[in-house]
Each structure stands twice: as C-alpha cells, then as structure tokens.
C-alpha cells in the first residue's frame, strides 16, 4: 500500500510541475467572498505562495471502524494535489498489519486495504466512493488554500464552511457524502469536518486538531481523529 501511495504521489507532482506557482496578493484574492478573504488574511497567507499541492503530515491519529468498536492508532500521511484535484493518503494499523490507501484523480475514487500488505481486506471504487473521496478533498479547501483560487472548475458535491468571529474556519457540513450501510449499499448522511485548534507554522496558522464524524439519526459517530504535525507546501 505504501508503495502504491508513493508512485500516486510521484505522478501527481509531475502533473503540479507543469503548473506556476503564484502568491497569494489582495490582488489576487479580490474577487474570493470576504469570508474567505479575512481566513487567508487571518492565518497569514498573504504574501505567502500559493499552494499547488502539499504533504499532510499527522502526529497522531485514530480510526473507529463502527461506533461499538474501539479506537485504533494509526499512522497517517497524505499528499494533496490543488492542479489537478487531487488526494491520495497512506494509513496503517499501530495494532495490527493492516494498511490502506484512498485516492481522488481526475473524478475517480478508491478506497483499498489489504492484511500484510497481500490479502485484500477492503476495496471499494463504486461512483459513491468517488463522490465521498470527493467531498473528503472539498472540505480540505481551508487546510490547502490554493484550491480556493481554482477557476472553471464545477464541483459537483455541496457542503457548507462555518468560521468564527476571528475568521477562522471552524468546521464543515455536508448531505452529499454516502456512508455504507453494507457491500455495496450506501445512503447519503449528514458529514462533518471539525477543527478544535490551529498551530503556527512559519507565521502562518494552520489546523492543528481535528475530528470526523458521521451525524447519524441515532447519534454522532466520531470515526477519526488527529493531530497535524506539519503542512509542507508546493512539494516538487
């Protein structure tokens, strides 16, 4: 699995090569809502380049399989793509052999895990999953900015972006993303995204905590969990 997320990796940076990297001006922002004006201007962004892709490194982080299951540590990094769109992310099991990889490319999705790195023990690349490892990727626009400045890009998925007062983002909803309800049975359910708290990285904020969860009719499920160490911009 970590070969395969290597290799995806290495193929969408020679994409991003082919793209120039800009900086994030007043100039260049004029025409975003004052929303997300005052987040770029807020976490520092102006005058900073503009992120073309980025490695998403995490301190820690924990994965519940279904809400009756315990927590599982994982080891977890991932690599973001702003031209073209794309995410593609590496988990394995502390606790146990298991391994996964997860992709959006170019309107594609997968989700694949496998036991010692052999057995399948999870694959899934229905246009479900394509559109859940879509919103996945939207609701990451405020961990990598530069995907804020796309243009002529239709997005097929809706979800709304909530800051507070200081004009930090604070957490994300979303009708559009489809939860398994069994092989190959999905229904669409209400998804969200928190921040709790965001750290300075080279003057510039980023999200720090956050949690995933799923608002299921009969209560919340948290389902991962983590602690961003670093956000390495513009990787080439």
């Known amino acids: ?31 975003l809502p004052e929303l997300l004006k005052k987040y770029l201007r807020v976490c520092g962004y102006i005058n900073a380049p503009v992120p073309v892709n980025a490695n998403v490194y995490w301190s820690e982080s924990w994965l519940k399989m279904s809400p009756g299951k315990d927590w599982g540590k994982l080891h977890t990094t991932q690599f973001n793509s702003v031209k073209p769109i794309a995410r593609v992310a590496y988990m394995k099991f502390l ?22 790195n052999l057995i399948k023990v999870a694959f899934d690349n229905s246009k479900e999953v394509a ?25 097929e998925v809706s979800g709304t972006f909530y800051f507070d007062e200081e004009g930090l983002f604070t957490h994300f909803e979303t009708f559009d993303r489809y939860f398994t309800t069994g092989k190959n049975s999905y229904k669409k359910v209400k998804f969200s995204v928190v921040v709790d708290s ?12 956050v949690k995933v969860m799923w608002n299921l009719p009969e209560g919340d499920f948290e389902y991962y969990k983590g602690t961003i160490d670093k956000i390495e911009f513009n990787v080439f």
């Open 1 to 31: 699995m970590k070969r395969v997320f290597i290799k995806d990796k290495a193929e969408l940076i020679e994409r991003n090569k082919g793209y120039k990297t800009e900086v994030f001006t007043e100039e260049l922002i004029k025409e």
């Open 95 to 116: 606790t146990m052999p298991v391994a996964a990889r997860d992709l959006y490319r170019d309107g594609y999705g997968e989700m694949n895990g496998k036991l010692l």
């Open 131 to 155: 559109q859940s490892a879509l919103i996945t990727t939207f609701c990451e626009f405020m961990l990598i900015p530069g995907y804020l400045l796309l243009d002529n890009v239709k997005i």
């Open 198 to 209: 965001y750290k300075t990285q080279d003057r510039i904020k980023i999200s720090e905590q």
